[in-house]
């Protein structure tokens, strides 16, 4: 299948930022981001309009901890609140993809102009995101670490699909994104944006134009298809670690999926098949995106077959 000209969503998971989650380096996230680079301008060369949403889980989760253990060792240092710890993961992530999409930009020619666009997405504070803690953050600890942090920084702590146990916080639901009529403006002067960086900043609308910042963290799946609609995408593609989908993940069943219908998802998920924290959200952000408009479709692969699974070779098609 090849697409035609599309408005296309691009979701970016943590492995297009951190290649190994143990080296946090800023030097680093920029080597992975020009990796990362090649496939969203593979699809900018193919001449789509192209918005790009990014998580943000490890690094406001080490933001936060820096702050935390500066604060500790020196009381003249304040911990950094929750909201600005988001803002400024928007900017360190977006400055380093900015550099590594306009370098691949160049190298193939391509004129056209990026920027970040720093994104606040309004939530509800009465959302009940805020009463149970789901979203993962930062590092991963073992077993036996966690339970320390629970102790000592009264922290809530999960284990991660198999991968560790990292701190959880609030993931409320998004309502609405804030600058979302600036990112069309841009997308459609023909510029390569970056929004949503971390699902945006969550902020409370108190009215008489007053947005206050709130300490949670917005899934980035659903940001992103909330961004995708707003902006009347075609495409909502969720590049993760996985190149497809599975049910019966890790186990000897373990079955790939290469298209499913909404109907198949929904079934899929009252089995429990995907993980709350990583599968799932991204699972049901593809669905809400397709049952938004007839002839929307959501893509969930890996970023490394985002070329392949663009063109229908691979990935998950999610379809109504
Ligand atoms: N049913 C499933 N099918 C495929 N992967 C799954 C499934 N359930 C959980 N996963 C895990 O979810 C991960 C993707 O979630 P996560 O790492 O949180 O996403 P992100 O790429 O946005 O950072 C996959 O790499 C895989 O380890
Ligand atoms: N905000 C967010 O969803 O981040 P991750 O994708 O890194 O978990």
Not at 296 to 314: P, V, Y
Request: hydrophobic share 40%; net charge negative.
């Amino acid at each position: 299948m090849v697409l035609q000209k599309n408005r296309i969503v691009v979701a970016l998971g943590g492995n297009a930022l951190q290649a190994d989650p143990k080296d946090t380096r800023a030097e680093s996230q920029l080597i992975t981001a020009k990796e990362t680079a090649k496939p969203i301008v593979d699809l900018i060369a193919e001449g789509h309009e192209v918005i790009i949403a990014h998580g943000n889980g490890p690094q406001v989760g080490q933001l936060i901890a820096t702050y935390e253990a500066a604060a500790q060792s020196n009381e003249n240092i304040p911990v950094m609140p929750f909201p600005e710890c988001g803002a400024m993961s928007q900017g360190y992530i977006g400055y380093h993809l900015q550099q590594a999409i306009r370098e691949e930009m160049f190298n193939r020619g391509l004129e056209k102009n990026i920027a970040t666009i720093v994104t606040q997405v309004v939530v509800d504070k009465k959302d009940e995101g805020f009463q149970n803690p789901t979203k993962p953050v930062g590092s991963f600890f073992s077993e036996e670490e966690a339970k320390v942090l629970i102790k000592e920084k009264g922290y809530t702590m999960k284990e991660d699909a198999g991968r560790g146990w990292r701190r959880v916080v609030a993931s409320p639901e998004p309502v609405d994104v804030v600058e979302a009529p600036i990112v069309k403006t841009l997308v459609e002067a023909g510029h390569v944006v970056i929004t949503v960086g971390g699902g945006g900043v969550p902020v409370i609308d108190e009215g008489k134009g007053i947005l206050k910042g709130v300490p949670a963290v917005i899934d980035k799946d659903f940001a992103s298809e909330k961004i995708a609609e707003m902006l009347e995408a075609d495409y909502l593609i969720i590049l993760t670690a996985v190149e497809k989908v599975a049910i019966h993940f890790n186990t000897p069943q373990q079955q790939e999926l290469s298209e499913i219908t909404v109907t198949e998802a929904k079934q899929y998920i009252e089995e429990g098949h995907f993980a709350p924290g990583s599968m799932l959200p991204k699972v049901k952000a593809a669905m809400k995106f397709v049952e938004s408009k007839a002839g929307r479709r959501s893509l969930i692969t890996s970023l490394e077959k985002a070329k392949e699974g663009i063109e229908g070779k691979t990935g998950t098609i999610i379809t109504q």
